[in-house]
């Protein structure tokens, strides 16, 4: 609910975002043992792989441009995937995923304009399984590396009926809401095997 009633401000989150030609980016917004926020850059027909989510949540908002993700179904056998789903989310779409529900793919449908989505993943997962749809044949991976930003976006207090207007706020929601608590003693980081 949080996520699909937040506006982030673009001035915000564009220091976070980093596009590359050969593959969409995980760029590192927000790190902890229960919680992952990362802003995912995707140049034109950019796509991931077929993964799961290694029995984490995952919720994603669109921030910019089109996504499209496309769900599957697991066979029997834990390796075979058939398509069930797919569905594009314009900017300001929210969805959600975790392997009871299948796994997924997605997709930036535009040949001319990138796509920029915001991933929080609760609990914090550092390998996946991803999916070779035409060879049925998985395989564990390491996620690829998040490229770090420095953090003075964590707030110490945060009061239950505040409205967030910011993408500081929204992170110091998430760590109350999984930690118990918010935390300003983030240093920079750079995540690799994540």
Excluded at 103 to 117: A, L, Q, R
Aim: proline residues 4%.
């Amino acid at each position: 609910q949080i996520l699909s009633k937040m506006i982030f401000n673009p001035e915000e989150w564009r220091l976070y975002s980093r596009f590359e030609d050969e593959r969409y980016t995980r760029n590192l917004i927000g790190y902890d043992e229960k919680f992952t926020i990362l802003l995912l850059c995707w140049s034109p027909d950019q796509k991931s792989p077929i993964h799961d989510h290694s029995g984490s949540n995952c919720w994603v908002k669109i921030l910019e441009g089109e996504l499209e993700e496309t769900l599957y179904d697991i066979g029997e056998d834990e390796v075979t995937v058939t398509e069930k789903s797919s569905t594009i989310y314009p900017t300001g779409g929210v969805t959600y995923i975790n392997d009871s529900m299948g796994v997924h793919k997605m997709f930036n449908p535009s040949s001319t304009k990138g796509c920029i989505s915001l991933h929080v993943y609760s609990p914090a997962y550092h390998n996946c399984y991803i999916f070779d749809k035409e060879n049925k044949v998985k395989k564990n991976v390491s996620i690829s590396v998040a490229y770090g930003t420095k953090y003075p976006f964590m707030t110490k207090s945060l009061l239950s009926n505040e409205k967030c207007k910011t993408l500081n706020c929204f992170v110091s929601k998430l760590e109350s809401l999984f930690c118990g608590q918010s935390n300003n003693n983030f240093e920079d980081k750079k995540i690799t095997n994540f």
